[in-house]
């Protein structure tokens, strides 16, 4: 049942061009556009004030293209077009008398996981191309002190904390669809908790208190500097909450989306 | 196994404490297999409420539910359903060809053969490459018959399926019900406010009103022995005092209630009373006018 919904929901995100575009095709574009421009203007009219590349350091930057509230807003619409989008188009009636419920809504949730990874990983190659063409420009590179291992530990680390940090707003998007059952509600309620989520944060990217870790984008950020300390950057306040961060974000998840499956294993689909 | 759907105590209401409102009173219905099914009634009857319940969409406040034998409403059943509930709901974004894919997909069928033949039964075949916000409602309608078509359902729950339909597109959805039902032994359940249709093309009807079953049986015996005669004579006052109290004045005639075995006789007194008849008609009651008395309101 389960693959059949997956597969229904990958064949329907990709045959919906312009929104899968917008919602996960966007960043990584916006990664490589922004940073060539920012190259170019910086070598050829600022003048290089950084004369060398890091191209590993882009790519681990890449990774973390998800991780503020304003540049997940792309991802909490690809979310809200996956969750609430048979609410929009009043298409659970159809869908749900040829799959169960669960199934269909794990589809989703895995359909929005398989996206944002790609995702992530064209943000994480746009910047490592950037880091390229800087490297070509200022005909200088440096590379992170850790090897081969500590450098791909590094990456996994970066890939896993914004991974996680999305599946935990994509979890926030799916229950709030579930009980406002609009879009609009599952876009615009989740952006600004997550901008309430900043804001009340902010002390918390000073380390200190492990309490902070219980705000997604601090336990996103020690498990991304746990990342960076693999790749030899001794620059890593946070980087102790990366296991309390795991923790946490892992709890998020899972009483999120358990409560949005429950929801909606007992809706009434009287109207969508 | 001859049930379709089987209903005990079925109800439905929504909301809680005072401002409950029942959709659905406690409703015992069987449907059997094998033929066109009816489901009429007002706005707010419960059609669609009995419909959402029966596929699982709403879970019932009391009583239960067995749809084709199974009273675990999940998808193993359901597959072998198909259904049409209210407006069609459709991916404005995908083709009719993308739209039967999906749906394939979500029903674990890999026949692409099937869906393009279920295009070409709908009458979509020519426009399977448009996207389904270009559609006018008559195509979307088709279209989502086409989905509820695509597994060969045992079952076809149609709600309202003439809905935006030309009156080609009704008298091929007619053809269609029919020949499902005739042909291959598909069981349809719909609801219709087109009660002319549903008089040509359902074999049992149940009325509902106010969440209530207020009539239920075969369609011919709904509106037999409910006929009259329709007389047209000169003189009409010296036919109107034979007929007495059995007749009413309608038109330039005289309807008279009376069994359609009695009719030879009361012809040939009005005969025999030296009364010329030009027009002695067999007006068979129609579904619309049972309903309506059904209702309250009628004559």
């Known amino acids: 049942m389960i693959a059949n919904a997956l597969g229904a929901e990958l064949y329907k995100l990709s045959r919906n061009t312009w929104s899968l575009f917008w919602a996960f095709g966007f960043m990584p574009v916006f990664a490589l556009a922004s940073g060539l421009l920012e190259q170019a203007y910086t070598h050829f009219t600022a003048g290089d004030l950084i004369p060398y590349a890091s191209p590993l350091w882009e790519s681990f930057s890449g990774f973390a293209t998800f991780s503020v509230s304003i540049f997940q807003i792309c991802g909490i619409a690809g979310a809200a077009i996956i969750f609430a989008g048979e609410y929009r188009w009043e298409t659970w009636r159809a869908m749900l008398t040829r799959n169960d419920r669960l199934p269909v809504m794990l589809a989703k949730l895995l359909t929005f996981a398989l996206a944002i990874t790609v995702s992530l990983v064209l943000c994480a190659l746009a910047r490592f191309i950037v880091g390229l063409v800087d490297a070509a420009l200022t005909h200088d590179a440096s590379w992170p002190r850790a090897d081969a291992g500590g450098i791909a530990l590094g990456h996994l680390l970066a890939f896993t904390a914004t991974f996680m940090q999305m599946m935990v707003t994509a979890s926030f998007v799916m229950l709030v669809s579930v009980i406002t059952r609009t879009m609009t509600a599952g876009i615009v309620a989740t952006l600004l908790v997550l901008f309430a989520c900043e804001i009340a944060s902010i002390r918390g990217n000073a380390g200190g208190d492990p309490i902070w870790v219980l705000f997604p984008n601090i336990a996103a950020e020690g498990i991304r500097q746990a990342g960076r300390a693999t790749m030899g950057d001794p620059d890593t306040l946070l980087s102790a909450f990366a296991m309390p961060g795991a923790a946490a974000l892992v709890m998020w998840f899972v009483l999120l989306t358990t409560a949005a499956l429950t929801l909606f294993l007992r809706q009434d689909l009287s109207r969508e | ?299």
Not at chain 2, 289 to 299: A, L, Q
């Open chain 2, 1 to 299: 196994m001859t049930v379709a759907l089987e209903t005990f105590g079925l109800g439905k209401s929504y909301g809680r404490g005072a401002r409950a409102v029942a959709a659905l009173g406690a409703l015992d219905l069987s449907i059997p297999k094998g033929l066109v099914y009816g489901v009429l009634g007002p706005n707010g009857a419960g059609k669609s409420t009995l419909l959402r319940l029966a596929l699982g969409l709403v879970r019932p406040s009391r009583g239960g539910v067995r749809l084709l034998g199974e009273s675990q409403i999940d998808a193993r059943v359901l597959r072998r359903v198909g259904a049409m509930i209210e407006a069609p709901s459709l991916y404005p974004f995908l083709t009719a060809r993308q739209t039967m894919r999906t749906f394939a997909h979500l029903s674990g069928l890999d026949d692409p053969a099937r869906e393009e033949a279920v295009l070409e039964r709908v009458g979509l075949a020519g426009a399977a490459d448009r996207k389904a916000r270009t559609y006018s409602m008559g195509m979307r309608q088709r279209l989502a018959l086409g989905a509820a078509l695509l597994t060969r359902p045992e079952l076809l729950i149609l709600d309202e399926p003439t809905n935006g339909l030309d009156p080609a597109g009704i008298h091929e959805m007619r053809t269609l019900v029919r020949t499902l039902v005739d042909r291959e032994g598909v069981t349809i359940i719909l609801s219709s406010h087109l009660l002319d249709e549903v008089q040509k093309v359902c074999d049992r009807v149940a009325i509902l009103n106010h969440g209530q079953l207020v009539a239920e049986g075969r369609v011919s015996d709904l509106v037999s022995g409910q006929g009259g005669l329709f007389i047209r004579a000169t003189p009409l006052a010296k036919a109107a005092a034979i007929i007495g109290g059995r007749g009413r004045p309608e038109g330039d005639g005289i309807v008279v209630t009376i069994k359609e075995d009695e009719v030879p006789a009361l012809i040939h007194e009005l005969a025999a009373a030296g009364i010329d008849i030009f027009e002695a008609r067999w007006m068979t009651q129609s579904l619309e006018r049972v309903f309506m008395s059904t209702m309250g309101d009628g004559p």
